[in-house]
């Protein structure tokens, strides 16, 4: 009897309007556009504006560009998985605001947080859900309103980060396609070097915690690189070979887009070429959770049937993971 595996059957993607260049950078923060784009490969990103504008907005958006794709009536899935450290609020779940908003009505929902490697935990869940036979169809989201989280008077972050969100249809299939394997990994200790201070039920929010802008994204951006390098290059690699995969096997590296350098390091190390790593850094800089799906999203079209995929992200925590998919269908 065949394996049944999760193939991804779809792909929807959304991004605001608003585009903060560096050039408007520069206006409210002491940096350069050179600066930026040396040390990151940034150019601009997408912000998301206006009042009671939270992450589901975008989430929401991905989801009904990919039924509308898909043609899959919204009443058929079964469960929505949304990956984010930017949740609309505490609860409920971004998921279950957006499996309103769109109609989902006979589908469970639930948000994962993970940082930057949300979306791998949230695809890993939900191909879980698939290959064991429990549901057909589940929409997997990654998303984030960073701009939400950022001091727009602290350059280390401010630059890095934009808004949006990408989504992928799961469903089962029994060919040789779909997620073939994954390696997800965590390492608490890494808490004081990437984290959000006050907000959670350690230190609640407070006239103090705001007065010392402590609900931002705090980041030690040296000892975060060194680990990325090391962690998110080493899985990536470690999928390669534990699937006997040869660097021209390999179609697509679809690496989390946090820092250029970091997605130059990682394709090194897995002797993957330039030419096929994915990148949309210089449009969008890191929308953490939002960064791999936003990738299959700008390179659907290029993606053909048996395509061999490989997936690596790094994100606080720390967490990071790598998985090898192979694509289930032809996208032209």
Same mark, same amino acid.
């Given at each position: 009897?065949?394996?049944?595996?999760?193939?991804?059957?779809?792909?929807?993607?959304?991004?605001?309007?608003?585009?903060?260049?560096?050039?408007?950078?520069?206006?409210?923060v002491d940096t350069t556009d050179e600066?930026?784009?040396?040390?990151?490969?940034?150019?601009?990103?997408?912000?998301?504006?206006?009042?009671?504008?939270?992450?589901?907005?975008?989430?929401?958006?991905?989801?009904?560009?990919?039924?509308?794709?898909?043609?899959?009536?919204?009443?058929?899935?079964?469960?929505?998985?949304?990956?984010?450290? &930017?949740?609309?609020? !505490?609860?409920?779940?971004? /998921?279950? #605001?957006?499996? *309103?908003?769109? $109609? %989902?009505?006979?589908?469970?929902?639930?948000?994962?947080?993970?940082?930057?490697?949300?979306?791998?935990?949230?695809?890993?869940?939900?191909?879980?859900?698939?290959?064991?036979?429990?549901?057909?169809?589940?929409?997997?989201?990654?998303?984030?309103?960073?701009?939400?989280?950022?001091?727009?008077?602290?350059?280390?972050?401010?630059?890095?980060?934009?808004?949006?969100?990408?989504?992928?249809?799961?469903?089962? &299939?029994?060919?040789? !396609?779909?997620?073939?394997? /994954?390696? #997800?990994?965590? *390492?608490?200790? $890494? %808490?004081?070097?990437?984290?959000?201070?006050?907000?959670?039920?350690?230190?609640?929010?407070?006239?103090?915690?705001?007065?010392?802008?402590?609900?931002?994204?705090?980041?030690?951006?040296?000892?975060?690189?060194?680990?990325?390098?090391t962690n998110m290059a080493e899985v990536?690699?470690?999928?390669?070979?534990?699937?006997?995969?040869?660097?021209?096997?390999?179609a697509w590296l679809v690496p989390h887009?946090?820092?250029?350098?970091?997605?130059?390091?990682?394709?090194?190390?897995?002797?993957?070429?330039?030419?096929?790593?994915?990148?949309?850094?210089?449009?969008?800089?890191?929308?953490?959770?939002?960064?791999?799906?936003?990738?299959?999203?700008?390179?659907?079209?290029?993606?053909?049937?048996?395509?061999?995929?490989?997936?690596?992200?790094?994100?606080?925590?720390?967490?990071?993971?790598?998985?090898?998919?192979?694509?289930?269908?032809?996208?032209?």
């Open positions: 009897m065949s394996k049944t595996r999760a193939a991804i059957t779809g792909v929807g993607g959304f991004v605001p309007d608003y585009v903060l260049s560096n050039k408007e950078l520069e206006t409210m600066w930026i784009t040396s040390r990151t490969g940034i150019k601009e990103r997408r912000i998301l504006k206006g009042e009671n504008q939270g992450v589901s907005v975008m989430g929401a958006a991905a989801v009904r560009d990919l039924l509308a794709k898909t043609k899959v009536d919204p009443k058929e899935i079964d469960c929505i998985i949304f990956a984010t450290v &930017t949740p609309d609020m !505490v609860f409920p779940a971004s /998921a279950n #605001l957006v499996a *309103d908003e769109v $109609g %989902a009505t006979n589908a469970f929902s639930f948000d994962v947080s993970a940082a930057c490697s949300g979306f791998l935990y949230a695809l890993s869940a939900g191909a879980g859900f698939i290959s064991s036979g429990m549901y057909k169809k589940v929409i997997v989201i990654g998303g984030d309103k960073m701009s939400s989280i950022l001091d727009y008077t602290d350059r280390t972050t401010c630059i890095i980060f934009g808004d949006g969100a990408g989504c992928v249809l799961l469903e089962p &299939t029994t060919e040789e !396609v779909g997620i073939l394997d /994954a390696e #997800l990994k965590s *390492d608490g200790s $890494g %808490a004081p070097y990437l984290h959000m201070k006050a907000g959670g039920s350690r230190m609640p929010a407070s006239h103090e915690t705001v007065d010392k802008r402590l609900h931002y994204v705090y980041q030690e951006g040296s000892t975060v690189f060194k680990f990325a390098v990536a690699g470690e999928i390669v070979e534990r699937n006997h995969l040869k660097p021209e096997d390999i887009q946090a820092n250029k350098r970091i997605i130059d390091a990682t394709a090194q190390r897995a002797g993957i070429t330039e030419d096929k790593v994915m990148m949309n850094i210089a449009r969008y800089g890191n929308t953490t959770a939002g960064t791999l799906p936003l990738l299959l999203w700008d390179y659907e079209k290029k993606l053909k049937k048996g395509d061999n995929l490989v997936l690596a992200a790094f994100g606080g925590g720390f967490t990071w993971g790598a998985m090898l998919v192979r694509w289930a269908y032809n996208s032209n």
